[in-house]
């Protein structure tokens, strides 16, 4: 049986563990709050641009653009949206295990046909791991994605896209819808094929200055806001997951603690009773 000394150790060594928990998911709760107060600011204003753009692009007939045409897959991009940080239960290592049968999926291409651009540290390290070669480091849009960040990295995939460089650019993330409630998802990013639905929207409109010139306005616009919505919505998952794993942590570092106050309390008494029983055994000699 473990020393009084030894179980007030661990008393005191699980009340700091729970202390540090229950402080991260404080943390986490405010971060999430941040997250979520930036998706409701720009999801009603995205869910427009795209009920604008579908209407439009299915009133024109034909319409050609390379940002809604598909093409046969010789080379891929995939954007695979991770933390930079653990500590947040299972949101890594599923998404890595996700990510793995993608990539096996896209074996026959060959690895120099794949280019990944990991957002975060747990999933570039995971990459390295595995002998992928990585278009870069984008930890930041992991831990705070802003809108002008977001940007460089579309836009550089539009390059990419626009020069034939790449046929198609998917991403991998964390869906958020509630807090108990988040969907690891897989989404094409380009081309943007669910614009353009099988049948015809009969508005007609008159576009100024020209439909070439909105649509070359209008799509990467609408690309910009779905990548930062994007990692908005994983950063939100990220915080939530963590949230729950710390209060799981927290709730556990309690029903320890109680453990060892009984076990403490039974061993104490059991010293005194001792102590008493060596006093009555040395009086009765």
Do not use: W
């Amino acid at each position: 049986m473990a020393s009084l000394k030894e179980i007030k150790h661990r008393i005191v060594s699980v009340k700091n563990i729970q202390q540090v928990t229950s402080a991260m998911k404080l943390v986490s709760a405010a971060k999430l709050q941040r997250s979520g107060n930036a998706i409701q600011k720009i999801r009603p204003y995205q869910n427009k641009l795209y009920t604008i753009a579908t209407r439009y692009f299915n009133s024109v007939s034909p319409f050609i653009s390379p940002y809604l045409m598909k093409r046969k897959i010789s080379r891929v991009a995939i954007i695979p949206v991770s933390s930079n940080n653990s500590l947040c239960g299972s949101f890594n290592i599923n998404l890595i295990r996700f990510l793995e049968k993608i990539l096996d999926s896209y074996k026959k291409l060959g690895k120099e046909n794949v280019l990944i651009y990991p957002i975060g540290k747990k999933v570039e390290d995971a990459l390295k791991k595995m002998n992928y070669p990585i278009q870069g480091s984008f930890q930041n849009l992991s831990d705070n994605p802003t809108y002008a960040e977001t940007k460089e990295l579309t836009k550089e995939l539009i390059k990419q896209f626009n020069e034939k460089n790449i046929d198609q650019a998917e991403i991998v993330y964390h869906h958020f819808k509630s807090k108990g409630s988040i969907t690891l998802t897989r989404k094409i990013f380009l081309p943007k094929v669910d614009l353009i639905q099988n049948e015809k929207n009969k508005l007609e409109y008159i576009v100024e200055p020209s439909p070439l010139e909105l649509t070359s306005e209008l799509l990467p616009l609408l690309l910009y806001n779905d990548m930062y919505l994007t990692l908005l919505n994983a950063s939100a998952s990220e915080h939530a997951t963590r949230m729950i794993a710390m209060q799981i942590a927290t709730d556990n570092a309690g029903e320890l603690l109680s453990d060892l106050t009984l076990q403490y309390n039974k061993s104490r008494q059991q010293a005194i009773t001792n102590e008493l029983l060596d006093i009555l055994g040395g009086s009765m000699q």
